[in-house]
Each structure stands twice: as structure tokens, then as C-alpha cells.
């Protein structure tokens, strides 16, 4: 009677489920996530946090409520532009104060490199969550110390992989790890530009923590891992300079480097800050290839294979990458690519490599 009675009140709750054709359990839980939004305070409002403001306008799950900066009258004027109201701004010396702010859930670093360990610990030590531009860290040790105060202090830590997010460059990653390519066996990363004013922040060691690898040939370093699906086991690198008086002592002005791949794969590949056009990927496997050129820019990326163009909507990335971090965040959404600490880590360990390297002239082993 008993196993009976339990049967029918089951039948029971089913017919009843069944008999409101409005309500869905899962899509009101669907809706429920979507409707949490997270909450952003940019720290660094210079012309990167200036693109990231821009594009969080048309966001549909992450918004701009704070900032935090050193220049009071780009505090007033991205309060008046973004609606941001003043309990909610801060500069470097009262950020800590954040930790008594319920109204902001993250706090997203634009500001130099050198400075992204010690704000990441103090926005750590806050209980709020961390988004790191690129490159997280200025070395590997750097970003072991922010992966684990932040899981210390229970809060995520992203880095701001906007490439992951990209839906050509998704399709690519695709095709090769569903074997489309065949088995791949060779991978080129081309990434370099003419950089402009010698007197600013990414020209300066103690600032940048180097030249062009730490700003754009970290993209064929990260670009290399994921469009490959395995991590280095050596690399090799050299370095050639045209210009020392730019390019002091420490800031690296162009790098070739290769990396080898367990699987047999070589990777070659090019930073520079002496060319410009240089903003290429290329993919070659035993059963075709995958081009992107650009391959890292602010879009539209342009990509092809063997069977034609890939064709995909373009939206502004930064508005694509910082509503997947809110979903990430909010709902435990796990991306196609990381763009975790640990991930941030894995490229810093490769870059220290790449530095040895050079400075050594020998291959180095990883792993």
C-alpha cells in the first residue's frame, strides 16, 4: 500500500505539472539566472577601460556601476557619461573601502601591468571578484600569488581573453578538435604593430615588465595553446632590436620564438612592435588548414579553411566577452576556452620561458 500511495502521489504531482501549460520549471530557473546581473567597477579609465565602458553599453547581463581612478575630473566625467553614482566611485588610495559597497560584484583591471598583482590582492582581500586585462601578471610567480589569494578569498579571478569568446575563432577551435584539420602539425602567430608615443606606459620596464611580448605576442602565445589543444613542452626564442633608444634596456622590441608540442606540432612565431600588418593565424593539418587575418583585432576577424570562408555576426568583443563573464560568474557557465587565472598562468609561464630563452640563447623545457 504503501509503495502504491507514493506512486500515485508521483502520478499525481506529474498530472498536475502537466495540466499547467505555462509553467516550466526549467525555463523560469533559465530566466531567473539571465535576470542576474553583474556588476562592474572598471579600475584604470584610460582608452582600454574607455572600449570596455563602450561596449558594456549594450551588455545584457554585466553592467557599469563603479570606477576607481587615480584623476579626479575622469571620475566626474565618467560619472556624468556612464550614470554612475558617487557612493560608488573610488580612487587608488580609498578602493579598499569597496569591501562595504553591495552594489558592485567586480572590479575589472585596466591599468598597467605592474600594477595588476597588488590591486588584485587588495580587490581580493575585498571580497570581490577580479577581471585582469592581459597579461595578468608581470612573470609566472606574480600570478601565483593572485590565483591564490583570490581562491583564498573565495572570489573568482578572469583575465580578460576577449579572443575566447569569438565566434570564428570558436569555429576554428571546432574543426580542429573535432579532427576536421586532420591531425595538426604546425601552427604561425604573427602578432605586431608600429607602437607610437615612445614616453608611454607600455615602452617603460617597470610598468609594461618588458615590450611587445608582454602586450600583443601574448596573443600568439595564448593563441598557440588554444588553437593547437595542448600546452608547450620547450621553447626557443631570439631577439632583435632596431631601435635601443626606443626600445631601452628590458623592453623587447621584436621576439621570434618557436614552441614544441607533445603531440609533435611545432608552433612559430612572431612579437614586434617595429611592423606593422602583423595579425595572422594559421593552422595546418593532414587533412587541411584554418587562416585568420586579423586573427586578434577588435574585429571584424576574417577567417577561412578549406571549405571557404567561416561567416559569423560580429559584435563588438568586449560586449560578447563580459556577458559570458557574467555568466560564468553568476551562473557556473564553463567557456569552450578558460579565461581563468590558471589560465592566465599557463601563457606567464610560457613568457618567462620565452624571456630565458633569449637572454640564455638555449632551448628551454617546460613542464
Not at 562595504?100 to 560584484?105: A, R
Not at 617603460?204 to 611580448?213: H, I, Q, T, V
Not at 594559421?282 to 574585429?299: C, I, V
Amino acid at each position: 500500500m504503501t509503495t502504491r500511495r507514493i506512486f500515485l502521489q508521483k502520478a499525481g504531482i506529474s498530472t498536475l505539472a502537466l495540466s499547467l501549460p505555462y509553467t516550466n520549471t526549467l525555463s523560469a530557473m533559465q530566466t531567473e539566472k539571465e535576470d542576474k546581473i553583474l556588476r562592474v567597477a572598471i579600475m584604470g579609465l584610460g582608452s582600454y577601460g574607455t572600449r570596455v565602458a563602450e561596449a558594456m553599453k549594450d551588455c545584457k547581463r554585466a553592467k557599469l556601476v563603479g570606477v576607481v581612478s587615480g584623476t579626479p575630473s575622469k571620475i566626474t566625467d565618467w560619472q556624468s557619461k556612464y550614470g554612475i553614482p558617487a557612493k560608488n566611485c573610488y580612487n587608488y588610495e580609498t578602493f579598499d573601502q569597496i569591501k562595504d559597497n553591495p552594489d558592485i560584484d567586480v572590479v575589472y583591471m585596466t591599468t598597467p601591468n605592474s600594477l595588476h598583482k597588488p590591486h588584485c590582492l587588495r580587490i581580493a582581500a575585498a571580497g570581490k571578484h577580479v577581471i585582469s586585462e592581459k597579461p595578468m601578471a608581470l612573470n609566472a610567480a606574480e600570478g601565483r600569488e593572485m590565483v591564490a589569494a583570490c581562491k583564498k578569498a573565495g572570489v573568482h579571478l578572469l583575465v580578460g581573453y576577449r579572443m575566447h569568446f569569438e565566434p570564428k575563432t570558436l569555429e576554428v577551435v571546432r574543426m580542429q578538435r573535432a579532427g576536421e584539420l586532420g591531425e595538426t602539425l604546425f601552427f604561425q602567430g604573427l602578432s605586431g604593430f608600429i607602437i607610437g608615443d615612445p614616453t608611454q606606459w607600455r615602452l617603460n620596464r617597470e610598468l609594461a615588465g618588458g615590450g611587445s611580448m608582454m602586450d600583443i605576442g601574448i596573443y600568439s602565445v595564448n593563441g598557440t595553446r588554444y588553437m593547437l589543444g595542448e600546452e608547450p613542452i620547450w621553447v626557443t626564442a631570439q631577439e632583435s632590436k632596431t631601435d635601443p633608444v626606443k626600445f631601452k634596456e628590458g623592453v623587447d622590441e621584436t621576439i621570434t620564438f618557436q614552441m614544441g608540442f607533445p603531440s609533435g606540432a611545432m608552433a612559430s612565431c612572431l612579437s614586434t612592435y617595429a611592423l606593422n600588418n602583423l595579425d595572422k593565424f594559421f593552422l595546418n593539418g593532414t587533412k587541411g588548414f584554418a587562416e585568420m587575418q586579423p586573427s586578434t583585432g577588435y574585429g571584424p576577424i576574417k577567417a577561412w579553411t578549406k571549405n571557404g570562408p567561416i561567416e559569423r555576426e560580429h559584435v563588438t568583443h568586449q560586449t560578447v566577452q563580459m556577458d559570458e563573464m557574467a555568466a560564468i560568474m553568476l551562473d557556473g557557465k564553463k567557456p569552450v576556452i578558460p579565461v581563468d587565472g590558471e589560465e592566465g598562468l599557463k601563457d606567464l609561464v610560457i613568457i618567462d620561458a620565452i624571456y630565458e630563452a633569449v637572454k640564455t640563447g638555449e632551448k628551454v623545457m617546460l613542464g
